[in-house]
Structure formats: structure tokens, C-alpha cells
T-cell receptor, first 111, second 116 residues
């Protein structure tokens, strides 16, 4: 079945560092891909998405490109802030079907 | 407009009891989904309701059930609680009009269930 694999956490960086969180997926065909963020004590918020191959999703300085050749959707940010500390989830979805999530990556940014 | 509202936010139950969680979707949203979040299993899909009908179901035992009312509010019920049911239960709503027009999912803050 479909699955999503994220890099193991936790990830700890200093403020203004470059961030990459790896995400790869296994699926037959080309589902939509998403990154969600969960701040402490809150639910999930959609961070960005891409619905077809080679699309780039971007929001709040974060970017991810849908790479069908490598079945990847890595999350990047050029300069992280303390406020970016959260848990990040990569996910895939077929149309209106369920979201299939990766295991989540906890990110901590130190000032 | 108001977001997805889940009640209660926190609750503690003992093994064998049952629990009902409530979710009020964003106004106008007719699709409601439920997910279970645990440290060990991560985020797993429970079920989805659209216009009072269960449209999709995850791989959970029959102790987990849900329903949706005509005003799109949804409840999920877990009977005969087990320790392993301790989790954050997240509800999400969307403006989905069908399988081909999924709509973005908006999540509530969750109901944290502890089973003792």
C-alpha cells in the first residue's frame, strides 16, 4: 500500500540555519503531496502542497518540490527561526481519499 | 470564520468504559474526517463522513464508530476502552464536494484521551 517515510528526528538547529527534512513516498501513480505542521498543543496546519510532478509548493519561506523521479518531497527553508520549532508531517492523498502521513519530524530551533 | 471545534479537549477514562468525542466542522463544510495520533503509530485514519454517510473507513476495530448529523457535526465513539486507545483524536473538515474535488483539510486541536 501507499506509504510515506520521513527522516528520523529530532532535528535541532541554530537560528538562521538551513533546514532540510527528507520525505519519500511509495505509491502507484502520482498522488498529491503535502507538508503539515503541528505546533505544541495544537492540531495540524497545512504548510504547503503540490498536486502534480515538478510542482513546487511554498509558504512562509518553506519550499518543497514534487520529484517523481526520486519519489520525494523534501522540505527546505533557507533561514529558520525559533518560531519554526514544531513537528512536521509529510503526507500523500489521492483525490478526496484519506491522508497517509509519515511518522513526523520534531524540529527544535535554538536562538 | 470559526475553525474546527473539538470537545472535550482532554478526558480521562478507565479501561472498559466508553467515550464519545464531538467535532463541529467549519461552517459550510460537509466532509468530516477523524484521525488517531499516537507516539507509536503516528497519525492514522479512522473514518470520513460526507453528508451523513460514511464514505471511507480506516483499519480500526469495530469498537471505533462514528456518525454525522444533518448539520455536519460529527461524533466518534470508542467502546470498551483499552489502554492502547490513549491518543490524540483529531477531526478535520473540508469543503469536499466529492472524490474529484477533495478540498483542503482543516484540523481541529484534538481531543486528548487518556485511558487508565
Amino acid at each position: 500500500g501507499d506509504s510515506v517515510t520521513q527522516m528520523e528526528g529530532p532535528v535541532t538547529l541554530s537560528e538562521e540555519a538551513f533546514l532540510t527534512i527528507n520525505c519519500t513516498y511509495t505509491a502507484t501513480g502520482y498522488p498529491s503531496l503535502f507538508w503539515y505542521v503541528q505546533y505544541p498543543g495544537e492540531g495540524l496546519q497545512l504548510l504547503l502542497k503540490a498536486t502534480k510532478a515538478d510542482d513546487k509548493g511554498s509558504n512562509k519561506g518553506f519550499e518543497a518540490t514534487y520529484r517523481k523521479e526520486t519519489t520525494s518531497f523534501h522540505l527546505e527553508k533557507g533561514s529558520v527561526q525559533v518560531s519554526d520549532s514544531a513537528v512536521y508531517f509529510c503526507a500523500l492523498r489521492w483525490g478526496a481519499q484519506k491522508l497517509v502521513f509519515g511518522q513526523g519530524t520534531r524540529l527544535t530551533i535554538n536562538p | 470564520k470559526a475553525g474546527v471545534t473539538q470537545t472535550p479537549r482532554y478526558l480521562i477514562k478507565t479501561r472498559g468504559q466508553q467515550v464519545t468525542l464531538s467535532c463541529s466542522p467549519i461552517s459550510g463544510h460537509r466532509s468530516v474526517s477523524w484521525y488517531q495520533q499516537t507516539p507509536g503509530q503516528g497519525l492514522q485514519f479512522l473514518f470520513e463522513y460526507f453528508s451523513e454517510t460514511q464514505r471511507n473507513k480506516g483499519n480500526f476495530p469495530g469498537r471505533f464508530s462514528g456518525r454525522q448529523f444533518s448539520n455536519s457535526r460529527s461524533e466518534m465513539n470508542v467502546s470498551t476502552l483499552e489502554l492502547g486507545d490513549s491518543a490524540l483524536y483529531l477531526c478535520a473538515s473540508s469543503s469536499s464536494k466529492g472524490q474529484a474535488a477533495p478540498g483542503e483539510l482543516f484540523f481541529g486541536e484534538g481531543s486528548r484521551l487518556t485511558v487508565l
